[in-house]
């Protein structure tokens, strides 16, 4: 059954075109003269992109009923990353196009969410945070203190980043999935 503009809201999963949606911001508009409507900015749950829509009264907007399920990832094989639904024991794989930049924070056992519409893996949504070890960073200066400046190490990921002077190879450090950024060290 079709929605009406009054029941858009943040957060609904909409189907607009054969692709699915996420309605990010809506604002409800009701003009002096006129019918009212709906601007809203949808985040395409694919590829993330951003686009403005606006709906009038008499238009049929179908909501996209997405499942959520918790997958566990195993290992790469070329551009195939394969994940285990614990649920099912069923092995899901996906390609590095669906991941995207998320591929350079799956390390071995990572618990992650998958999204699926009508049993398609639309996109996964990682753990804010994850501990990574530093592979490679050059020597730090004896003396070297945390508001001294940034230097770039390589993560077992193969992610590169920005840490503070006193980060060393081998050292565990906290990373922010969205952002990509340096949080604190765990150990040493």
Known sequence: MPLSINQLKTGLT??????????????????????????TKLKNFKNGTLIERTFK??????????????????YKSEDIYHFINHNTFEEISLSEQILGEKVHFLKDNLEVTAMLYKG?????????FIELEVVYTE????????????????????????????????????????TKEYIERIST
């Open 14 to 39: 909409i189907l607009l075109d054969n692709t699915v949606y996420q309605i990010i911001e809506v604002e409800h508009v009701k003009p002096g003269k006129g019918a009212a409507f709906v601007r």
């Open 139 to 178: 020597e730090g200066i004896k003396g070297d203190t945390v508001k001294a400046g940034n230097k770039s190490a390589t993560l077992e990921t193969g992610l590169v980043i920005e840490v503070p002077l006193f980060i060393k190879k081998g050292d565990i450090i906290k990373v922010d999935t969205r």
């Open 57 to 74: 009264g008499d238009d049929k907007i179908n909501e996209a009923f997405i499942e959520e399920i918790k997958l566990q990832y195993l």
């Open 120 to 128: 398609e893996v639309l996109n996964i949504n990682l753990p804010n």
